[in-house]
């Protein structure tokens, strides 16, 4: 049994910290809300009152949703406890924030990898996320073992912590495409009266059997986006941090100022706004009815 710290109780977090939990370690568990605490607690977690109480351990792991909210838990102040210890982050953040916390962690004595996720909740809950793995050989083997618990394949990138999230950030740029894709296509065959519910079946078993055209077709098709399993706030995010990441590096992105539309009309739409990010799939659903 390891002592390990798991910061992030969220949509994405709490299974994380559970599939720990049930491997048999001992979880220090923190959260900004505590609901989440309390609930992992009961399930065996240990709670703990301060982030650096979860970090003071010698592998920690945190799911925070943004830049500003990982560097400003993250701090030097509280991981002062864990020199000699690893810490990795596995939500989507930008480069420019995973590389300010590898230094932060550097100064403070602590390894650090970028390690995304992914895989949506109930692949969480599952313990079968793909981990994209951005840091040392020596570091990522530490983690691995608990790697293993919650994910079904770790994929070692690179030793620089922006390239694992530069990879997460354009495979949930391609995850756009297809949200969109499959809504555009239910769309035009639904004009010549093919179901919409026939429509994902045809793709997803001919050409676009992949997880992300099974996991949203059908919430496409029905038109229903709950739970929210990654809000359009989060998908917006990313879009930028895509965009981002092209201006970065002098790429073009001819379909990002479609997607920025759609984002922002969507969260504009009360009837939209508090949905799962597939939703911006019911613009063009509407708009070809209306």
């Not at 970090?55 to 002062?80: G, K, R």
């Amino acid at each position: 049994m390891t002592t390990i710290g798991f910061l992030g109780l969220g949509t994405m977090g709490a299974p994380m910290a559970r599939r720990l939990v049930q491997a048999g370690h001992e979880v220090r568990v923190w959260n900004r809300s505590p609901e989440p605490v309390r609930a992992l607690a009961e399930e065996g977690a240990v709670a703990v009152e301060r982030p650096f109480e979860a970090l003071s351990t010698p592998v920690s792991l945190s799911m925070f949703a943004t830049d500003d909210v990982c560097t400003s838990i993250l701090t030097a102040e509280n991981l002062a406890g864990a020199r000699g210890g690893v810490h990795a982050t596995m939500a989507s953040i930008s480069p420019d924030a995973a590389l300010a916390l590898h230094a932060t962690c550097a100064q403070a004595g602590v390894a650090y990898v970028a390690s995304p996720v992914l895989g949506r909740p109930v692949v969480a809950e599952r313990g079968e996320l793909n981990i994209l793995a951005g840091g040392a050989d020596a570091d990522v083997d530490r983690l691995q073992p608990f790697y293993d618990a919650m994910g079904s394949r770790t994929w070692r990138l690179s030793p620089d912590p922006a390239v694992a999230v530069s990879a997460k950030i354009a495979v949930n740029y391609s995850i756009m495409h297809a949200i969109q894709s499959l809504a555009e296509s239910i769309t035009l065959l639904e004009r010549v009266g093919v179901p919409a519910a026939t429509v994902v079946e045809l793709l997803g078993e001919t050409l676009f059997g992949g997880v992300a055209h099974r996991g949203y077709g059908a919430a496409i098709a029905e038109g229903s986006y709950r739970p929210t399993f990654f809000s359009l706030e989060l998908g917006r995010k990313d879009l930028r941090l895509a965009q981002g990441l092209a201006e970065q590096h002098g790429a073009r992105l001819p379909m990002a100022g479609v997607f920025e539309e759609l984002f922002a009309a969507a969260l504009a739409d009360e009837s939209l706004a508090d949905r799962d990010w597939a939703a911006i799939a019911e613009l063009t659903r509407r708009s070809a009815t209306g």
